[in-house]
Nanobody, 120 residues
């Protein structure tokens, strides 16, 4: 069984910062892409940022220059540093990972989400 557990959400004023973290646990051979998605009330879930095991990260246009995604392959974690937060960043943030359970078997997992609320 694999679990992704997020932490770091909360309430912050506009212009402030938060750091989200996500840790993967369980039987894991390796992890390919790790990503953060978010879902605001009444909206569809959207990709915020993704980072491959090695290579360049990818960001939604709405967060470029404000958010930074990083990962630690040894600790099986992914983080999202969010700066200059805006009210429109308010959402539940979900961790996502493509996990190689064994060679030839890759599965996608989701965390349960962590709420980020940005007050204007």
């Amino acid at each position: 069984q694999v679990q992704l557990v997020e932490s770091g959400g909360g309430l912050v004023q506009a212009g402030g910062s938060l750091r989200l973290s996500c840790a993967a646990s369980g039987i894991i051979f390796s992890i390919n892409d790790m990503s953060w998605y978010r879902q605001a009330p009444g909206k569809q879930r959207e990709l915020v940022a993704s980072i491959p095991r090695a290579g360049n990260s990818n960001y939604a246009d709405s967060v470029k220059g404000r958010f930074t995604i990083s990962r630690d392959n040894a600790w099986k974690t992914v983080s999202l540093q969010m700066n200059s937060l805006k009210a429109e960043d308010t959402a539940v943030y979900y961790c996502n990972a493509d996990i190689v359970r064994r060679p030839g078997l890759t599965e996608t997992y989701w965390g349960k989400g962590t709420l980020v609320t940005v007050s204007a």
